[in-house]
C-alpha cells in the first residue's frame, strides 16, 4: 500500500532526518552544516524563534490569503526557493524538482550558478519564472554571457551576491574531501554505497556537473584542476565597481542577496537595484556573525519603502516564515528546507515540502486572524 507522506513527514525536522539516513555523509553535510563551529547556523533558527505572534481571536474573520505580490507579480505564498550550489550531489535533478514544484505551486525558485542544471533548463521547466543567482565572474566577457543567457531565458529577478567574499571555513567539508579542490576518498565511497538508492539514481542520472558553466569549461577536468578553474572563473567579492555594469545591463529586477548591515542595505538603494535578501547564507560563511532576525527588523523599517527587503536563514516551518514576515521581511527564502524535502523524498519532496509550509502558514494566519500577508506586521509582540 501507497504510504501517504502527508502523514509520514508532517515537520521539515521529519524531512531532514529522513533525508539523513538517505544519502551519503558527505552529501548530508555539506547541505546541513554551516561553517566553523555552526554558532549562527542554529542562532539563526533559535533567534527567529524568539518572535512571538499576538492572535485577535474576537475579530471578524473574512478568510486569509497566502498570496503575495513582488516585483509587480503575483506568488501564491509568501516564500520562495533559494540558490542551492551542486544540488544534484544531495539528489539526482534536484534543481529540476524544485523547479517543477516552484513552478506549479506558483512560488520563485532561485537558479545557482553553480548548480547542476542550466539556466536554460529552469526556464524552459517554469515556463521562464525562474529567477537566477550569479555567481561574479573574475571577466567581464564571461559575466555578460552569463547575463545574456538569462536575459535570452527570460528570467525576471537577477540575484547577485554579497556575502561570499571569501570561501567559508567548513571543517566538514574538509574532512570530506568537497572543499576546493575537492577530492574522492575512500571513506566517501564506503559511504555511496552504504546509500544503494542514491547510489543507483545517481549512476542513472550520471555524475552532476556545474550545468551552466560547461560552454566555458575545458573538456575532462580532474577534480584538482576542476578546483583550479572555478578558482580562476569567480571572483566573489562585489563591490561598486562590479555592480554598475550589472545595473546598466540587466533590463528587469536585481536583487542583492547577503545583506546584513545598515550600510549594504544603503548602498544597494543607491546603486539603484530593486530589492535585498538579509541573509547570512544560511550561517555557512560568519561564524561570528549576527543571525538573520537581528537586523530584518530596523532594515525593514528604514529602506522598506525604498527597496523590497526579503530574508532568509534558519526558516523550518510556517510559523518560521509568519515570524520572520511579522519582523518586516516582505518575503522570504528558504535553502535546506526545501534540499532536506527532495533528499528526502526524491520527485516528490518539493510538491510536499511546499504544501507542508503552505498548510502550516495558512493556519498561523487563520489562528491570529491575519487575513493578509501585509498583515503579519500588526500582530507581532514587540
Ligand atoms: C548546501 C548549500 C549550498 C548553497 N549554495 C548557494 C549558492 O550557490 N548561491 C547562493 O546564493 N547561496 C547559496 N546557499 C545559501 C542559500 O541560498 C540560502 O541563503 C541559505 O540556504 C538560507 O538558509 P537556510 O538553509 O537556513 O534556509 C547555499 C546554502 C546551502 C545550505
Redesign the pocket.
Known sequence: MALNINTKYPSIDDLRNKAKKKIPKFAFE????GCNEDVN?HR??SELREVQLKPNYLRNHGGSSLKTKLFGIEYDAPFGI??????GL?WPNSPEILAKAAFKHNIPF?L????TTSIERAAELTEGKAWF?L?HPTEDRLRDDIIKRAEAAECPVL?I?C??PSFGFRPRDIRNGLAMPPKMNLSNVLQALGRPHWSIETLKHGIPSFANLLPYMPKNLDLKQLGKFMDQTFSGRLNEEKIKPIRDMWKGKIVL??VASHYDAEQAIRLGLDGI?V??????QLDAGES?IKPLTSIAEKYGDQIEVMM?????SGPDVARALASGAKFT???????YGVAALGNKGGDHTISLLKTELQQVMEQICCERVEDFPNHLIK
Open positions: 555539506y547541505l546541513d552544516g547556523l539563526n533558527t533559494s540558490p542551492i550550489g551542486l544540488q544531495m532561485i545557482s550558478t553553480v548548480t543567482q555567481y540575484v551576491l556575502d561570499v542577496k547577503g535578501i541573509s547570512n547564507h544560511g550561517g555557512r538573520s532568509d536563514s534558519g526558516i523550518r527564502f528558504m535553502g535546506r528546507s526545501f534540499m
